[in-house]
């Protein structure tokens, strides 16, 4: 009884309001709690403008090859793990610990920092239903946000740009790398990938040539462009489709246009900016340090992508995942330390993923096998941080198939990212409303 | 099954395709000799490369090395802490030396050796195979793996599978060499279903454990360098794959795998989208793995089927394929009738264009069509194709070096560069590309060179263009014509074939 009145009271109010005028009767009302909310909501249904100044950026962080999330963030007082892993397994004393029963990975020095300043949230056991053991097929469902069974040809990121960034300039995305992540599929595929911002042009021997290289480049395609790009869509050959109609050359002719006009400003920010902090010399700690000198120089970007391989440790990982989770931990703290000396630490969010955890039990060669459920990472100043989730049951009883079970679905993470961090409604991108998990 | 082109459909627009697809494409003068052959003649030209010699040698350090493997053994074995950091830099360094060669042996067999078709199958095969020396280490393997992909390049599916699964670059790459009885490893198991037979969804989390246990035993002698059975590996009990059970080896669960239908449409989808350049429709994959069937599944005379196919020669197929980047580089080569840039520069350029030969990204492979393409890669062919027809160093090799740990304005760096600055590419020979008469008018010079670079015409506007370059130079030089060749590679319809 109560409750109705007060909307009806709601009601009254939007209808004598500027914002009200447009949404009235038609706004649901479990969108809105306050008004403001309300507002902020109406607000964010709106096309995103996207300025390098102000606007919050995410960086995503791919740990390729699927990262052994047990001996990452360690359950180092648990006995099942100690038993499923008598030669792998990290003692106590080689754990940055996090509490009595958990600690990072002892190589994560900088991650351990973070957490302390409460810069560092550990969600624990993440995952999905019917987890797939396929590397590819793994890193294509959290690459789409896909269920486990369905095939989805476009990126969730590439829907975020669909829904959110229509009009945007195509540095709305930035891949440090050489190819576009499957993330950033889209039905208008936006997004930029360099790696060295100095090569990042057309090298012409005079004018003339420059010109005549525009020319060739600007010209109409040799059909038009449907508006959804049906035909040459990115996500159809790596996906297995076929190609219905459109031509290859049409998406080369795309691509070709945005290389031209990302070029100069890339450049010119590239050489404008300077790193303070001092990273690992590795592609993770390059690539990170690019991302800030763009951050500083106010490129008008909403996601950066970045990854880091190598992760696949069938064999002697102890040696190779020291090493990685070290290069991962020092390049991400660096990256925050310039980002606080920039003053930009509070416009970024880093989110890390992996495609899959690894089996419970080592292997025979000082290794483990494909698994399930792992941790994710995420590292800011306006978040929750700290210890998330629940670390998942080692009984051997618990497992299923040998793996952990997960707690949290990995949507429900993205669905937090882009309702809380990138204002976006969150259902139109992930093709249903997964509940944000309260972490940003 | 496949309907065959009637052979007064033959024309050189259709030569021209069949040797840019069945081969890395050639200069006119080649494909107008394919087109006087006719259909028949043509495909056979190419896939019956067992007529021709082939001349070229192998690298001589291609064949086991047990001497050099034991010394290096035992250095490191027995050896002080000095000298073992010794041999394993001079390992290094040997290796690193060897891939460089190794790689510029295969291209220069693409490039300019007498089988171009049988090389396009081992380009298929190494992208199918995907295996890296980046944990493989050992260029011996590499080459070997190759050079078996050479010798079954056309043969049949299930020798194939059971060669290369028993070599010793894929024992090492997929960890099936460390299996044991006690604890199997999954990963050849899991992989050779996924992504050499059988694909997602074709088979169950039970088979890839099940599998892993009958595969235990296969294994590699290092000392040898060379497959070994090892029975106190093997796991000799029951094991119940694809529902049937039996105290299987890794031979018998090949011949199942051979026996599901589903590793028939697996590969012959795969080898249509290699060749036609998208994946086929589930009714034309039933056409392919029944031609592949009825040919007891063997290569060569299912893509003798499919070279002859109307299918092969659809409208939405013929220049409607992004070329590789190995296609882009030795494609290039060919058309212009120039040679390929030194192994450290051609090796530099593929890296940066997406295509590290003996290293691709992981074992599923490059993944191909348009992910070949992103701003990135795109501007990098532009600027590679300045470095193919000037002759000069393509600037991201250079660049490369600057970006090594601890390298950006060292020594290091430093002598890489002069090294760099030494190294000439041929460049493009005019005289070659144009007769005089073409040479005389701008017009003709880009008609010319529009059939030698594209086999059709570009759109009026982008002509005019290419006219208006060449015009607005009073004296017309080599130079100038160079140029305008490197803006005609730097479209978007040059990085399609």
């Known amino acids: 009884m109560k409750n109705e009145i007060t909307l009806q009271t709601r009601r009254e109010f939007l209808r004598r309001t500027v914002l009200g005028s447009a949404l009235s009767w038609t706004v649901p009302a479990f969108l809105a709690d306050t008004f403001s909310a309300l507002q902020a909501q109406a607000a964010d249904s709106a096309i995103q403008t996207t300025t390098g100044k102000d606007a919050t950026i995410l960086v995503v962080l791919q740990m390729a090859g699927g990262n052994d999330g047990i001996n990452t963030v360690v359950p180092y007082a648990n006995d099942f793990y100690h038993k499923a892993r008598p030669k792998i397994g990290l003692k106590p004393d080689e754990v940055l610990k996090l509490n009595g029963e958990i600690g990072l990975h002892g190589a994560m020095k900088g991650f351990k920092e973070l957490y302390d300043a409460g810069q560092l949230s550990v969600i624990q056991g993440v995952g999905y239903p019917n987890p797939n053991r396929s590397h590819f097929r793994s890193t294509e469902i959290w690459q789409t946000a896909s269920d486990s069974n369905k095939v989805e040809k476009n990126g969730w990121i590439g829907r975020y740009f669909d829904n959110a960034c229509a009009g945007a ?22 997004g930029i990938v360099f790696n060295n911002p100095q090569n990042y042009r057309f090298m012409a021997n005079g004018n003339a040539t420059e010109e005549s290289y525009k020319k060739l480049n600007e010209l109409e395609m040799s059909s038009p462009l449907p508006d959804d790009n049906s035909g040459g869509s990115i996500a159809m050959l790596p996906a297995g489709m076929p190609m219905t109609g459109g031509r290859a050359v049409d998406f080369i002719t795309r691509t070709a246009l945005d290389a031209q006009h990302s070029s100069e400003e890339v450049r010119a920010i590239a050489a404008k900016v300077r790193n303070i902090a001092v990273y690992p010399p590795s592609q993770l700690g390059n690539s990170l340090k690019m991302v800030a000198k763009l951050i500083g120089g106010g490129l008008a970007t909403r996601v950066y992508y970045v990854s880091q391989g190598g992760y696949d440790t069938h064999t002697n990982q102890v040696a190779s995942q020291q090493r990685l989770l070290g290069d991962l931990a020092e390049s991400v703290k660096s990256f925050t330390d310039d980002l606080k000396a920039q003053g930009n630490m509070g416009r970024v969010l880093v989110m890390t ?14 290794g483990t096998d494909h698994g399930a459920a792992a941790p994710m990472f995420i590292v800011g100043d306006k978040m929750k941080s700290g210890l998330l989730g629940k670390y998942p049951s080692l009984a051997p009883q618990d497992l299923y198939q040998g793996d952990i079970k997960y707690n949290v679905d990995f949507r429900s993470v993205y669905a937090s990212v882009l309702e809380n961090w990138l204002k976006t409604k969150s259902a139109p991108i992930l093709g249903k409303q997964f509940t944000p998990l309260p972490v940003v | 099954m496949l309907k065959p082109l009637a052979p007064d459909d033959w024309n050189y627009t259709k030569a021209a395709h069949l040797l840019n697809r069945a081969g890395f494409g050639g200069p006119p003068s080649d494909i107008q000799k394919l087109a006087d052959l006719g259909l028949e003649q043509a495909v056979s030209r190419l896939l019956d490369y067992e007529k021709i010699s082939d001349p070229a040698k192998n690298p001589d350090w291609a064949k086991p090395n047990p001497d050099e493997v034991r010394k290096y053994r035992e250095t490191v074995r ?54 890296s020396v980046d944990k493989v ?37 997929l960890d099936q060499a460390q299996s044991r009885r006690q604890h199997a490893n999954e990963n050849f198991a899991r992989e050779v279903m996924e992504l050499f037979t059988l694909g997602q969804g074709n088979y169950t989390e039970k088979d890839v454990t099940e599998a892993a246990r009958a595969l235990t035993g296969w294994s590699l002698d290092p000392k040898t360098e060379q497959y070994i059975y090892r ?21 018998d669960f090949i011949g199942m795998i051979m026996a599901r239908p589903q590793s028939a449409r697996f590969i012959t989808a795969k080898i249509w989208n290699y060749f036609a350049g998208q994946m086929p429709s589930e009714e034309l994959n039933t056409q392919l793995a029944a031609a592949f069937r009825a040919n007891g599944n063997n290569f060569k005379p299912f893509l003798r089927v499919l070279f002859r196919s109307q299918e092969f020669y659809g409208d939405d197929i013929i220049r409607n394929q992004v070329k590789s980047p190995v296609q882009w580089l030795v494609s290039s080569v060919r058309m212009l009738e120039n040679q390929l840039p030194p192994p450290l520069v051609s090796w530099g ?22 992910t070949w393409i992103s701003t990135n890669t795109l501007l990098t062919r532009y600027n590679d194709a300045q470095s193919l027809v000037e002759g000069t160093l393509p600037p991201l090799t250079a660049g490369d070096y600057a970006k090594q740990p601890g390298n950006a304005g060292g020594k290091r760096q430093m002598r890489a560069m002069k090294a760099l600055k030494r190294v000439r590419l041929g460049g493009m020979n005019v005289e070659k590309v144009l007769t005089p008469g073409e040479r005389d008018d701008k017009g003709t010079i880009v008609a010319a060179l529009e059939m030698r670079l594209f086999q059709t015409s570009l759109n009026a506007d982008q002509e005019q263009t290419l006219r208006e370059f060449l015009e607005a130079k009073t004296k017309l030089t080599d130079a100038d014509i160079i140029t305008a060749t490197r803006l005609m590679m730097s479209t978007p319809e040059f990085q399609v074939t």
């Open chain 1, 169 to 190: 300039d195509t540095t709305v995305g930035v891949t440090i790398g050489n190819q576009l992540p499957e993330a950033f599929f889209a039905a208008k595929p936006k």
């Open chain 2, 137 to 173: 280490k050992n260029p011996y393997y590499m080459w070997r793996q190759n050079e078996l992909f050479r010798r079954l390049a056309t043969g049949n599916w299930r020798q194939l599978l059971l060669d290369a699964g028993k070599d010793p670059a894929m024992l090492v790459w």
């Open chain 1, 353 to 366: 993923f992996s495609e899959f955890g690894r089996r419970v039990t080592e292997n025979a060669n000082g």
């Open chain 2, 349 to 370: 350029m593929l890296r940066q264009l997406g295509q590290d030969l003996f290293a691709p990204p992981n074992v599923k492979g490059w993944d191909g069509g348009i």
């Open chain 2, 231 to 251: 029975p106190r590996f093997h796991d000799d009990t029951d094991k119940t794959i694809f529902g049937q059970t039996g105290n299987f080896d890794g031979d």
């Open chain 2, 78 to 131: 027995t050896g002080t802490p000095v000298e073992k950091k010794q041999a394993q830099r001079e390992q290094r360094q040997l290796y690193q030396r060897r891939m460089t060669e190794l790689r510029g042996w295969w291209l220069q067999r693409m490039a300019a050796g007498p089988r171009p078709f049988q090389e396009k199958m081992v380009l298929f095969w190494h992208g199918h195979f995907a295996t």
